[in-house]
């Protein structure tokens, strides 16, 4: 059987460069259907109206109004989303950084630049793909 686009896992993306997310939608595409929100208050706004059940969200972590770590903290105290996972994608890279993430509910860590091979494992992993 071959896969549909509507067999895909949906991803939402949550990334304030415009050049960025439209470069990791078309990554991630390839794998999983994913949108985009260009900020966590945006992500948190459709992952909690949209009858879409995501099953990833992929997050940047500055971004304005609301960050990375607030959104995967909110995520936590929704019923309906604390058991999406989450992968953080950020230029802070030290090790405060990694903790920071890890403890307001990231499964994974990933520090720009990366690998799109890394990125790409890391989802699948999340996802519980092969």
């Given at each position: 059987m071959e896969a549909t686009e509507k067999s895909l896992p949906k991803v939402l993306i949550v990334e304030d460069?415009?050049?960025?997310?439209?470069?990791l939608k078309k990554v991630v595409s390839t794998i999983a259907d994913p949108d985009l929100a260009y900020d966590g208050e945006e992500a948190l706004?459709?992952?909690?109206?949209?009858?879409?059940?995501?099953?990833l969200v992929l997050t940047d972590?500055?971004?304005?109004?609301?960050d990375g770590h607030t959104l995967a903290?909110?995520?936590?105290k929704e019923k309906r989303l604390?058991?999406?996972?989450?992968?953080?994608?950020?230029?802070k890279a030290g090790p405060t950084d990694?903790?920071?993430?890890i403890n307001s509910g990231a499964r994974f860590y990933l520090t720009k630049p990366f690998q799109q091979d890394d990125l790409?494992?890391?989802i699948k992993k999340a996802l519980g793909l092969k």
């Open positions: 460069d415009d050049a960025l997310a439209r470069m706004g459709i992952l909690k109206t949209s009858a879409t059940d995501y099953r972590v500055a971004m304005p109004r609301m903290k909110e995520m936590k604390q058991m999406i996972p989450v992968i953080m994608l950020t230029a990694v903790v920071a993430g790409l494992a890391k």
